[in-house]
């Protein structure tokens, strides 16, 4: 048995260059948590509790290893829902609950809504609107059958109705259907910002959920605008989470697409990460 204090001394000790001291110790108190049940505030309260540390120390020598905290768990936090999460998707952001509160303030009050999630991963999107929404009808769709998996998963346990769609949008969408809005967090990394980016995102997340082709970042957006236009009510809108590199590029693709109502929106980083075009 071993002290928690001094298992969160040897964390800071493997994990001083591999995070701020502050995210240290919460990933620290999420496994804890995690797997032995113990809360922050008990350890507060009894400072020599202990354990037997042999699930943190396995958990540290991944974490050593860049693998994100969440992929070790198998759990997430987003937007006040629990997710579970794997390789198979992307690990939720906090601009994309941005994006979600965007969503959900917008059309809270609206009677009905017919809504289609583009890439859903994790299902994180289209759960969260399905939750806050109780007007809403939430469709989802992924070309990825693992991703789906999961997304089902979660859907089941966060105890929404949503309707899972196995497709790549590259393809031409298989359906008639007309949404009310259209939302999707699509691919938007180019492989020249690499540089930029943290070994646990880049050796351990979907590098297909990530990375747009160099020759064309706006692919997907290009398509799903194109879908947008066909596959929207008169009054449909269009949501997107976008690459703060790229607004430029985009603002001329949604002009040259023949919209002239759109709205680019910062998140709470200052950072051009959300667009709305409506019709």
Known sequence: MTKIKDLLKLFHQQLSGFYPKEEIEAIFYRLIEYFYDIHKIDIVLNPNLKIEPTKLQDALIRLVKYEPWQYITGKTEFFGLSLSVNPAVLIPRPETEELVDWIIKENLHKEKLKILDIGTGSGAIAIGLAKNLSNANVYAVDYSEKALKIAQQNAMENKVSIHFIHQDILDDFKSDDVFDIIVSNPPYVQNSEKKLMKKNVLDYEPSSALFAPDENPLIFYDKI?????????????????????????????????????YIFKKDIFEKWRMLKIFK
Do not use: C
Not at 232 to 261: A, C, M, P, R, W
């Open 225 to 261: 605008i194109n879908l947008f236009k066909k596959n929207t009510s008169e009054k449909g809108q269009l949501y997107f989470e976008i690459n703060e590199f790229l607004k430029d590029h985009l603002e001329k693709l949604v002009i040259n697409k023949g919209f002239e109502k």
